[in-house]
């Protein structure tokens, strides 16, 4: 019988790092763009946009595992 193969860990930690990084740029921008919280910097998010976009975080860390994968969990094959 075959042992499944192990995922090394810092492919784990890398793409847990690029979720995060993806989802607070890509998500918080869009909703600064909807909110009008855009900078010439970028974007800076208050009050109950922020909220939001913490809650968009733990919903994608909570719920994509459970159907196959974030994105970049599935990019770096760390899923068994």
């Known amino acids: 019988m075959a042992e499944p193969s192990t995922v090394p860990t810092w492919r784990k930690v890398l793409a ?3 979720d995060f990084l ?3 740029f890509g998500l918080g921008y869009v ?3 909807v909110t009008g ?3 010439d910097a970028g974007f800076s998010l208050d009050g109950l946009s922020a909220l939001v976009l913490f809650a968009c975080i733990f919903a994608y860390f909570w719920f994509l595992p459970k159907f196959g994968g974030t ?3 599935r990019i770096l094959r760390t899923q068994p």
Request: avoid cysteine.
């Open 16 to 18: 847990a790092i690029l």
């Open 22 to 24: 993806t989802v607070f």
């Open 31 to 33: 909703i600064a763009l």
């Open 37 to 39: 919280e855009t900078t």
């Open 71 to 73: 994105l970049w969990q």
